[in-house]
């Protein structure tokens, strides 16, 4: 008797649920597809490289400071006397460490702020994308994780367009 009453429950609650949900308005927002066109992405990547630029030319010219003392070496370690060698070989191993510590320097800051930069369009893609459920008044927006999604529910453009106008 308690099965029956369970499952007379669950028949009344999907029948209820299956025709409120004739009433919702669902929308797929692909964030991929926004992040990759939005105004704000080029913007963060111009403000990144002009920000990385000047270190990224000085470690170029540590690698080409490298690159001429290890041919010096190699061209003329033959005639050179033995303190002048050692002295160009301890030379060469501080410059490549400071270029490797400095590389991985850059390379750490770069990614700390390219996240920062990422963080920061993620917010304004989240705000676009719940101005855009408000104004058009969406019951439901999918992102991420969704396997199919309708032609006539992708809501991906009117995000982007939100976010340009958001951009302003």
Do not use: C, W
Not at 6 to 24: E, H, P, Q, V, W
Not at 38 to 62: G, I, M, N, Y
Not at 115 to 137: D, F, T
């Amino acid at each position: 008797m308690k099965n029956r009453i369970s499952l007379f429950l669950i028949l009344l609650l999907a029948t209820t649920s299956s025709f409120a949900a004739g009433d919702l308005k669902i929308g797929f927002v692909n964030v991929a597809k926004v992040l990759e066109k939005a105004p704000q992405a080029s913007k963060a990547k111009t403000r990144l490289e002009s920000e990385f630029s000047p270190r990224d030319k000085a470690l170029v010219s540590q690698q080409k400071e490298i690159k001429t003392l290890e041919d010096k070496l190699a061209k003329d370690s033959a005639v050179m006397g033995d303190e002048e060698r050692r002295r160009i070989e301890r030379d060469l191993l501080d410059k490549k460490r400071d270029a490797a510590r400095a590389q991985q320097e850059f390379s750490e800051d770069f990614n700390m702020r390219r996240n920062e930069e990422l963080g920061n369009l993620q917010k304004r893609i989240v705000e676009a994308v719940r101005a855009l459920a408000k104004e058009e008044s969406f019951d439901l927006l999918l992102t991420d994780g969704v396997i199919y999604a309708n032609d006539h529910i992708d809501v991906t453009s009117r995000v982007q367009q939100k976010l340009e106008t958001l951009s302003q």
